[in-house]
């Protein structure tokens, strides 16, 4: 219950900044591991399912319980695993949002988008953590900075090195990209806005 509390918290600050139905993800992050009751498997996601559609309940909520495993599974990936072939990725932004916030926390901590990445990495298909990659640029809300001129000077690569070292530590991917000389960016996680300001206080960053 602390695990499934812990997962509703961030659900709901995820869902605070995006456009989706807050009611529902509420509901999904509460209801996400009730197939555990019969399963610590990774069929309980399935089994957690069958419990609602018996139940009657809503299939927008059915639907994040069985396709909050990882970050979702393809019908191959699902048959590897000895699981009933079927399509079980996240579709709809509750969805990933339940699914994201899930994968974020272990036990009851939050776990950086950096280390769940790495933890991914050596247990889960190569094809499934790309999904776990993209999802976190689907379901946070990015703030964005322009870089002063006096730190965007290079090639993106350069450009890459030098946000890869004023954002160690920081709990967040990012995305830059570069326009008629100017080199904007995108911040998305947790510490989004906290990196920002950062990048603002040391001179190295705008807001739009």
């Not at 659900?11 to 399963?39: F, N, P, Q, W, Y």
């Not at 776990?111 to 990445?117: H, N, R, Y």
């Amino acid at each position: 219950m602390e695990h499934i509390l812990a997962v509703r918290d961030y659900a709901m600050e995820i869902a605070d900044k995006v456009d989706c139905d807050r009611d529902l993800v509420e509901v999904g992050a509460l209801l996400h591991d009730i197939g555990r009751t019969k399963s610590h498997g990774m069929d309980h996601g399935i089994i957690g399912a069958q419990i609602l559609r018996d139940e009657g309940v809503d299939e927008r909520i059915v639907n994040i319980v069985e396709r909050h495993i990882g970050a979702g599974l393809t019908s191959d990936e699902a048959k590897k695993l000895g699981l009933p072939p079927k399509d079980y990725v996240p579709k709809t932004i509750e969805e990933k949002i339940v699914c994201h916030a899930d994968n974020l926390i272990g036990g009851t901590e939050r776990v950086s988008i950096q280390d769940t990445i790495a933890i991914a990495r050596k247990k889960w298909f190569p094809e499934s953590v790309e999904r776990l990659i993209s999802m976190h640029f689907e379901v946070f809300r990015p703030d964005i900075v322009i870089l002063k001129k006096n730190a965007s000077g290079g090639d993106l690569e350069r450009l890459s090195r030098s946000a890869d070292k004023w954002l160690n530590g920081f709990d967040l991917l990012y995305k830059i990209s570069v326009n008629k000389g100017v080199a904007r960016l995108a911040l998305y996680g947790q510490d989004s806005a906290k990196a920002a300001q950062y990048l603002i206080s040391k001179g190295l960053a705008e807001r739009p």
